[in-house]
């Protein structure tokens, strides 16, 4: 999985962790623990949303304070999710995201109980922004062009699946993403879109025998 927080999130293929680079951010059990915060995550999201930006102007964006913005921003540094750019003037330190997205596999932290708990929080507070945004984009959306409000929209459909093709399944789209990426820069009819993707199993209540344990007896 994955998160941009231009929403925040969005889904990188599984596979093994490729290694870190500017576009993304592999969370480690302890920065996952960092994350899993109200503030914190919001904080990554308007930074990536809005660019660098000191404390004091995320705090008026967010509804905070400042004091408590420069806490939570320090605490995001100390796990590399966010950075000084250093071109502050005096004490009004410039703050830039690390990446453009950062990615898990829930497997990662599999028997680290402190850690499940923390994606638990992280992925359903993600879930949460998800319908907060779709429901400010359904209170406006007659105001764009009809153009947009049919391009826009949601979609859904089930599949069968194993969970080795369900996971090329999502490489593929998520290759998909990366072609559209930026294809609108530098034309000012372009936006930005946020692109969720979720998948979930249908029969909650029968769960395959896990094969990669092997047999025990």
Request: glycine share 6%; with cysteine; proline share 6%.
């Amino acid at each position: 999985m994955a998160a941009s927080d231009t929403s925040p999130t969005s889904a990188s293929p599984s596979g093994s962790a490729p290694a870190d680079d500017h576009e993304n951010v592999w969370l480690t059990p302890e920065s996952l623990r960092v994350l899993a915060h109200p503030l914190r995550s919001r904080l990554l999201g308007a930074l990536r949303r809005g660019g660098p930006a000191t404390a004091t102007d995320l705090a008026a964006a967010l509804g905070t304070n400042s004091g408590a913005t420069s806490y939570h921003l320090r605490k995001l540094e100390s796990v590399g999710l966010v950075h000084d750019t250093e071109e502050g003037e005096g004490k009004r330190r410039l703050w830039r995201a690390s990446s453009e997205y950062h990615s898990w596999h829930p497997s990662d932290f599999e028997g680290d109980e402190d850690s499940e708990t923390a994606l638990n929080w992280l992925t359903r507070d993600y879930a949460r922004h998800f319908s907060e945004q779709y429901d400010k984009w359904l209170d406006v959306s007659t105001t764009w062009p009809t153009t947009w409000q049919d391009a826009c929209g949601s979609s859904d459909a089930s599949v069968l699946v194993t969970a080795e093709s369900l996971e090329a399944m999502r490489e593929e789209m998520w290759d998909l993403i990366e072609r559209y990426r930026r294809v609108g820069q530098g034309n000012p009819q372009a936006r930005r879109i946020a692109v969720y993707a979720f998948a979930y199993p249908l029969d909650l209540d029968r769960p395959p025998t896990d094969t990669s344990r092997g047999s025990s007896r």
